[in-house]
């Protein structure tokens, strides 16, 4: 039986994690634990997985055969390199995403590109626009740059330690990959396992912790079933994914409970539940970003600005961001980030008009340029690990002679582009710019149907709007 580990930061006392509604039930039904009682001092009452793995092993077998979730890429036809490739695009996919979302994408993309060679022939443009809304675009990257790289190799590693070898396939991927489709015999662990793992073997230690990382991986490598390693792993997962959820686990209907420690304890002693299993880590609080966002509109070839709401011409200007970092390599409208306490109106319109002076070689100040400008309001997404806060304006430009040089600014950088309003509608933009260029919209939209009334925008009219 694995035996807890215990460091003082670690140790929780029952008692402080209760909220009162469950202490005043365990007072109830119960000998209330001491307000010292620790949950790694207390003793699973059943022997755990370890005692009898070919038990456990069978058992999920047996549950997992009859009750799998019919999943498109559970149902892969092909040779075992097709096999592989589904099971990495799906991983890949279910990272950070639930299955009812993946299940669209895989199917689009299963149908666009079928295999692995088919996919190294995509671009980064056609990969991002077909993952468009997933989020982490990292992943499609990867996928992408993956796939090139085994195209090149001529063939899929069939192990995973060489799959750890291929761009952006890390452990978990690597051992699914293995294991599902080329049978070898190694583990997977991903949320779902560490949650079952954790129960299983009352394991109380910070998940997030490299020595408990570590023994998850050993505890799992040491239950993988010899002979169909791939079912197990997957069992294992839809285990995790179903009956062993995070707050509501269903354990009399579990195929393992007879093994399950957390279980044994919330039986023995009342304060403590299978939900205290795996511990909760808070999560750092993400940092406070914020960006003026300029949906800059070029309006070609007027002349006078009460053309304006005649003109069907329009482009949109898109900046292509770094190659590294946040977003990587993918398409936004101008945005500067700012410091919090210089968000007011001028100090965002001149960080953007010194950004785009830097860019486009224009002084957008100038005011003959400029059509219309207001702001259309405030946008907040949550990254990972960043809150940004985005104040979207919409700037439409008249650039008149200008226009010539700016095109072939943009035509010959690959950092800056140009679209129609097609092009953007259809083209594979993140979510958050998606819903910035959402907010312009209805704001020009609401704009254009008072013009159709006659009022035509000029700068005078515009400066009267309330910013
Ligand atoms: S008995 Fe309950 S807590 Fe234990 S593994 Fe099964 S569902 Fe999870």
């Known amino acids: 039986m694995a035996k807890n580990r215990k460091t003082p930061e670690n140790r929780r006392p029952i008692a402080a994690r209760k909220s009162q509604a469950r202490r005043c039930k365990a007072a109830a039904t119960a000998e209330p ?3 010292t009682t620790d949950i790694e001092d207390l003793a699973p009452a059943v022997p755990g997985p370890a005692a009898a793995p070919a038990a456990l092993r069978a058992q999920l ?39 009812p979302v993946v299940v669209g994408y895989y199917d689009r993309w299963m149908t666009r590109w079928p295999t692995v060679r088919s996919l190294a022939a995509a671009t980064q443009e056609e990969v991002n626009e077909m993952w468009a809304g997933l989020g982490y675009y990292r992943r499609a990257r990867f996928l992408l740059e993956g796939a090139k790289q085994i195209v090149e190799k001529g063939e899929f590693p069939r192990t995973a330690s060489a799959l750890r070898d291929v761009r952006g396939i890390g452990d978990y991927t690597a051992g699914a990959i293995a294991s599902i489709a080329f049978n070898e015999v190694v583990p997977v662990v991903d949320g779902n396992v560490v949650r079952v793992l954790s129960r299983l073997y009352a394991i109380a230690d910070n998940p997030k912790e490299s020595s408990t990382v570590k023994r998850f991986w050993e505890l799992a490598g040491q239950l993988v079933d010899p002979s169909r390693p791939g079912d197990f792993n997957q069992a294992m997962m839809e285990l995790g994914a179903t009956l062993c959820s995070k707050t509501k686990p269903g354990c009399s209907e579990c195929p393992v409970s007879s093994h399950c420690q957390a279980l044994a304890l919330s039986r023995d002693n009342p304060p403590v539940q299978v939900t205290d299993y795996p511990r909760v880590v808070p999560k750092a609080k993400p940092r406070s970003d914020f960006a003026a966002v300029s949906v800059v509109q070029i309006a070609q070839g007027l002349k006078q600005e009460d053309d304006y709401k005649k003109d069907k011409d329009d482009l949109f200007l898109l900046i292509r961001r770094p190659e590294e970092g946040l977003l990587a390599g993918l398409w936004e409208f101008p945005l500067v980030l700012v410091d919090e306490e210089k968000t007011d109106l001028i100090n965002r319109r001149k960080e953007m008009d010194k950004y785009l002076k830097k860019l486009l070689k224009i002084d957008v100040g100038q005011k003959p340029t400029v059509i219309l400008r207001e702001d259309v309001g405030e946008y907040v997404h949550v990254f990972s690990h960043i809150r940004l806060t985005m104040y979207v304006e919409l700037l439409i430009l008249n650039l008149k002679d200008e226009v010539g040089p700016v095109c072939s600014m943009v035509h010959g950088s690959e950092k800056l582009k140009l679209v129609n309003e097609n092009s953007v509608e259809s083209m594979g933009l993140t979510s958050g710019i998606r819903k910035v260029y959402n907010m312009a919209k209805a704001f020009k939209l609401r704009r254009l149907s008072v013009y159709e009334n006659d009022q035509v925008p000029t700068r005078k009219r515009s400066r009267r709007v309330k910013q």
């Open 33 to 35: 634990a001491s307000s």
């Open 61 to 99: 077998l047996r549950w997992y055969d009859a009750h799998r979730r019919d999943l498109p890429w559970r149902r892969a036809s092909g040779g075992e390199e097709d096999r592989a490739y589904a099971v990495w695009v799906s991983e890949v996919m279910l990272q950070q995403t639930r299955v």
